[in-house]
């Protein structure tokens, strides 16, 4: 714990006690991570736009080795449900895949694939992806 702390200050240049997304950016292996902006929305629970120590233990925990399956999951759906209702929509998958793929596919290539997806993992046909769907297309590619 006390090494994740001092890594943590490491990190926390302005010595607030917090990292603020400028402080991310700082790190060359995040800096070029199209993905960032939305890891940071994950960790920060209490949305108040700082990561907090607890936060940033929480987060590490989620994606350490000792986590679960389901806690990995748990995470990955998390950065796709970009407004934290329980489900992917077709515009948020959009919108993660944009940031992923940038400029490599045009934006009608795009959507063909979100829509792909979303009727492939979608079980209920609600047009949206749950949890328990996300679970299961996932174990389907790995």
């Avoid at 960032?36 to 929480?58: H, P, T, Y």
């Avoid at 045009?106 to 209920?124: F, H």
Wanted: proline share 2%; net charge negative.
């Amino acid at each position: 714990m006390q090494k994740l702390y001092k890594n943590f200050q490491k990190i926390d240049k302005d010595k607030s006690g917090t990292l603020e997304p400028e402080e991310f950016f700082d790190i060359p292996e995040l800096a070029q991570n199209p993905l960032v902006k939305r890891v940071i929305a994950v960790l920060d629970k209490n949305k108040d736009g700082c990561i907090s120590f607890l936060e940033f233990v929480q987060g590490l925990n989620s994606l350490s080795s000792s986590a679960s399956q389901e806690e990995k999951l748990r995470f990955a759906f998390q950065i796709y449900d970009i407004n934290n209702d329980g489900y992917i929509s077709n515009g948020e998958l959009f919108t993660v895949l944009k940031m992923m793929v940038g400029n490599n596919l045009n934006d009608v290539q795009l959507q063909q694939l979100v829509d792909r997806t979303i009727i492939k993992a979608d079980e209920d046909l609600d047009g949206k992806i749950s949890f328990a769907e996300f679970v299961n297309v996932s174990n389907h590619h790995s």
